[in-house]
């Protein structure tokens, strides 16, 4: 199985960050970051998010 390449992150204000594990930075999406968010909602699009990147990456060969 591929590495996953988002995760969470809790920040100090008790919120959460959606981050790309490659880079470190808050995911992006339609150019805003992925910031501030309750637990859940990050944690359901962190799932929403590796589901694309996983398709996005077989789609490319990346992994077979």
Not at 11 to 30: K, L, M, N, R, S
Request: glycine letters at 8%; aromatic letters at 8%.
């Amino acid at each position: 199985m591929a590495q996953q390449r988002y995760d969470l992150r809790k920040e100090t204000d008790g919120t959460w960050t959606v981050f790309d594990v490659f880079t470190g930075q808050p995911a992006e999406i339609e150019g805003q970051p992925v910031t501030g968010l309750d637990l859940e909602y990050a944690d359901d699009l962190v799932d929403l998010l590796n589901i694309a990147d996983v398709k996005r990456r077989l789609s490319r060969g990346d992994i077979v």
